[in-house]
């Protein structure tokens, strides 16, 4: 019997003897609000949903209150960061209690799940749209990434112009991929007014939010990525770190995935890493997105062997990891032996230079 289950017998034992006794349990005396107050402060602070859910089943009472709206609401994003492997119907139940009540990270965590991975691209769409709302900055980047790709629709249903809109919104709230997004927009005169200017200052914000999230984390650990290292600021060597701080000597590591893309890529890892016949994944290992329809993603033109749901993605694993494996390529066919034909753009980084060739 586990530590959890152990505590209820002797709390059963305990309560059998006072009512014996005729004496009353001090616990159960405890008004309501005191112990919704502490459940809430527990669902904030929990650092996985087992954390939550071992609790519940300590006591009815816990169990009972535990589902208060008031709590749920309150869940921090590890404890509704559910894993793939763990999807199960009473899973889903759960976020969408969580979700129900209001809470931001269950509604974006579901609405990707819905949208991407169980194909119900309405009711995605809709709770993800309920999150950027209450200015949640990822879901806002997420449908700025839906518009700029027309997901769930056909081709004709891009809306650049109300991508880039969504991405200055995020990027206002300082969300990383959207200021890049924003500022690789801006350069390339994408769904905006082109302005390199401006695009080079949104790149160097990125980097500079990139730098103070590596300041923030322990100092130990933050020196030892910062360390100055002369070979790579004058030789191409593949180091694990933050492609872009690379380039100025620093081993930065790349950022945390939220676990809603988390949950994406160990969703269709477990399918084989395939979406579905002829769709694929960004090729970005922090993304996870699929594509919703054949051709939505763009493909690298020299090498045709990436794609990416976005130029932050793009940007990204080309520093990560492309940029050493791409080679040019006569000519390259789909899976049904199309050749995929279309516009070229040229992504410059912050220091002016084109990065890599990208199908529009």
């Not at 749920?72 to 869940?75: P, T």
């Not at 899973?91 to 759960?94: E, G, K």
């Given at each position: 019997m586990d530590f959890a289950g152990e505590q209820m017998v002797c709390r059963k034992r305990l309560k059998g003897s006072?009512?014996?006794r005729g004496e009353s349990d001090f616990?159960?005396?405890l008004p309501d609000d005191l112990v919704l107050c502490i459940l809430c402060k527990l669902s904030s602070t929990a650092s996985c949903p087992a954390d939550f859910i071992n609790f519940l089943i300590t006591c009815k009472r816990f169990n009972g209150l535990g589902l208060h709206s008031s709590v749920?609401?309150?869940?921090c994003e590890k404890m509704v960061a559910v894993k793939a492997k763990n999807w199960s119907e009473s899973?889903?139940?759960?976020l969408k209690l969580c979700a129900d009540s209001g809470n931001i990270e269950a509604c974006y965590t579901l609405g990707m799940?819905?949208?991407?991975c169980l194909r119900n691209r309405g009711s995605g769409a809709s709770l993800i749209a309920k999150a950027?709302?209450?200015s949640y900055a990822p879901a806002l980047y997420s449908l700025a990434v839906i518009q700029f790709n027309g997901s769930g629709g056909s081709k004709n249903d891009k809306d650049l112009r109300a991508g880039v809109a969504l991405c200055a919104r995020a990027a206002f709230l300082g969300h990383i991929d959207a200021l890049r997004e924003l500022g690789h927009c801006l350069q390339d005169g994408y769904g905006v007014k082109q302005n390199i200017a401006d695009g080079r200052r949104f790149l160097v914000q990125a980097n500079a939010r990139e730098l103070a999230a590596v300041?923030?984390?322990p100092a130990p650990k933050a020196s030892s990525w910062l360390t100055w290292n002369p070979l790579m600021h004058h030789r191409h060597i593949a180091v694990t770190g933050c492609p872009l701080f690379s380039d100025f000597g620093c081993n930065v590591p790349a950022p945390e995935t939220h676990p809603a893309n988390r949950f994406l890529s160990d969703w269709f890892s477990r399918c084989e890493g395939s979406p579905g016949q002829g769709l694929r994944l960004c090729s970005h290992s922090g993304c996870g997105r699929p594509e919703t329809r054949r051709h939505e993603f763009r493909r690298c033109s020299v090498c045709g062997a990436v794609n990416y749901c976005s130029r932050a993605c793009q940007a990204l694993d080309w520093k990560l990891r492309h940029k050493a494996e791409c080679a040019a390529a006569e000519r390259w066919l789909d899976d049904a032996g199309e050749i995929e034909a279309n516009g070229i753009a040229i992504n410059i980084d912050v220091n002016g230079n084109a990065v890599e060739a990208m199908e529009s």
């Open positions: 006072l009512e014996s616990f159960d005396a749920l609401s309150k869940a899973t889903h139940r759960f799940i819905r949208f991407y950027a709302i209450s300041l923030a984390t």
